[in-house]
Structures are given as C-alpha cells and as structure tokens.
C-alpha cells in the first residue's frame, strides 16, 4: 500500500498554472465552533477565497488519506462528523487505519507544506498554555511552524494562553512574527494585548517579499502574520475577562487536560458568552481569510 497525500483536482489545477491558494484547517470546523453554524463557516470561508479569485485548500484526513482540498461532502463531514482531533504525530496512526481526522494548525501546515502549498488562515494559533511549567502543555503548533515552509494569518493567540511564553518559544525557535498594520500582538477576541511585535508590516506584497527572501536565506520556516480585528469589532474586554476567568475555574473543576483543553474552554466561552464570543470569532476568522487570499495573490505574483 502506498501512502499519500490527495490534492483536489482544484487545488492541483492551481498549483500547476501558478494561481493562489489558501489552506485551511478543519479542527477548527469540527472542534472550534459550535454545529451548525460550523458548516456554514467552513462554506463560507471558502467562498471568501472564490470571491477574490483564490483556490480554497481545506485539509483534512479522510478515511486515512490526507486532503489538500475537499469537495462539498468533505467539507460536510468536517462539519457534521465526529472526527479525531489531530496534530502532526497522529497522521500516521489515521493512515495506517484508514480512520478520518480534522487537522489542527499544526497538521494543516504540515499537509498543506507537502502539497506546495504556502498560505494559510487560521482564527487563533496553539501556544504554550497557562501553567506550562508543571504541565509541558505547548502546542505542537509552535514546532512544527518553525520547520515547516509556511504563511499563517492568525489573530494572534487566545487570551486563555501564556502570551508571553508562546512569543519567547517562537523566539527561540526562530518562527518570524510580523504584525499587520500593528505594533502590538493581537489576543484573537480583543485587538491586542500587552506584547508589542519587533516589526510591522503594511502590506500583503511586504509579506510575500519577506517569504521569498525566507526561501532563499533560511529555508524551511514558517512566518506568523498577526492580524487583528478592528477595535469596533473586537469583544467588550469587562466581559471577556470575566468569562475567560469563569472558563479556567470549570476546566479545573472538571479536570479537563491534554489536547481536550482547547476546545473545552472554546465552547464554554461561546456558551458563557451566549453566543457573543462567537461572533467575535467568526468575524476575526473571516478577516484573516481575506488577508490570506491578499497575500497568496501577492505570493503568485512574485511567482517565486
Ligand atoms: N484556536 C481557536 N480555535 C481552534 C483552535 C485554536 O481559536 O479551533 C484549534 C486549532 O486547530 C489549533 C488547536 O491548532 O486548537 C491547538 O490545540 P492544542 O492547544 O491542543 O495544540
Ligand atoms: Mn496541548
């Protein structure tokens, strides 16, 4: 048997005749938002990239095989299945059994990377967790984009995160971090958060200049484009705070750990919030879509 990645013929059509694509991920779909508003998102972050001329590359493991690109029942079964949360250490186990997966950041890279595939939107990236000290919970997010030739726009990293620490790891592990027309790291509900950002960015040609000069300087990296919501659109900070806070204290009591953390606090955040963190969070997802699909025109363009 012989194992591989399957590229949408899509997605394959445009890698050929050098057009843009924008990779997604689906644990963000299956896991990071609530049915069946999910399935709605998955299609209409597509169509945001068909609307500016851009190849949509949503990635997921289906049945065993890796998919760069899904067709209409992919994307419903990312949404309406109970698929396998998965990181880069779990493709082989999902291939090896034929079983299906929605792919995290880090998965989605890696996937998307392998099929020539250099930009990517996300909503929020993994990062080292609060108490990470006592407990190692970093996501496999951090290293695997500091080897793996990749563009994600991302509004930063949740609030329920250690800020701070994700941005030393990424330091240390030589991942560049530009900020969009900011000077300040987002914290994906809020417009930003206490940490500024060594460089600032203006443009989606800037970011497919640093790429091409990434190429050809250092090698196989990734590059973060932090990209914030606008201020009118980001969630009122007296109530995030207090639900942020009020989602840690329930994960404790329950005992939640692991890769269930996440999407544990996501959706009792959005429940919490009566639906109000969510909006936030499908508006910010929508923002970087559109940014990616600027710079994977820009990256085409280039045609490094
Ligand atoms: N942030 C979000 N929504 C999500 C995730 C992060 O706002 O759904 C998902 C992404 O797929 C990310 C993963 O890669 O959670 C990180 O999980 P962990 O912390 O277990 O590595
Ligand atoms: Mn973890």
Redesign the pocket.
């Known amino acids: 048997m012989t194992y591989r990645v399957e590229v949408s013929e899509a997605v394959a059509t445009a890698l050929d005749e050098g057009r843009p694509i924008v990779a997604l991920?689906s644990?963000?779909i299956t896991?990071?938002l609530p049915r069946p508003r999910n399935l709605e998102a998955a299609k209409e972050f597509e169509q945001i990239l068909l609307e500016r001329g851009v190849t949509p590359a949503t990635v997921a493991i289906l049945d065993g095989v890796p998919q760069v690109g899904l067709d209409d029942e992919g994307v419903r079964r990312i949404a309406e299945e109970d698929m396998t949360?998965s990181?880069v250490r779990d493709i082989p186990i999902l291939a090896a059994r034929g079983a299906s997966g929605a792919t995290?950041?880090?998965a989605t890279a890696h996937l998307a990377a392998l099929a020539g595939v250099r930009v990517f939107a996300?909503?929020?990236?993994?990062g080292v967790?609060r108490g990470a000290n006592e407990t190692f919970d970093e996501?496999?997010?951090i290293t695997t984009l500091s080897v793996t030739p990749i563009t994600v726009v991302s509004a930063g990293v949740?609030s329920v995160l250690d800020i701070a620490a994700t941005l030393e790891r990424l330091e240390t592990l030589s991942v560049p971090v530009v900020g969009f027309r900011t000077n300040t790291f987002p914290s994906?509900w809020l417009t930003e958060s206490e940490y500024e950002l060594d460089w600032r960015v203006e443009s989606a040609e800037e970011v497919a200049k640093i790429m091409q000069a990434r190429d050809l300087l250092v090698g196989d990296q990734g590059l973060i484009v932090a990209n914030p919501l606008p201020r009118e659109k980001q969630w009122d900070p007296a109530e995030h705070d207090a639900v942020i806070a009020r989602a840690f204290a329930a994960a404790e009591a329950e005992g939640v750990t692991g890769?269930a953390?996440?999407?544990f606090l996501?959706s009792y955040i959005v429940e919490a919030s009566e639906g109000r963190s969510l909006e936030v969070?499908l508006d910010l997802a929508r923002n970087n879509v559109a940014l990616a699909a600027d710079i994977a025109v820009a990256w085409s363009k280039l045609g490094a």
């Open positions: 991920e644990t963000i896991h990071g949360k990181s995290t950041v880090a996300t909503g929020g990236l993994g967790h996501s496999a997010d949740k994906f890769k953390v996440t999407p996501l969070n």
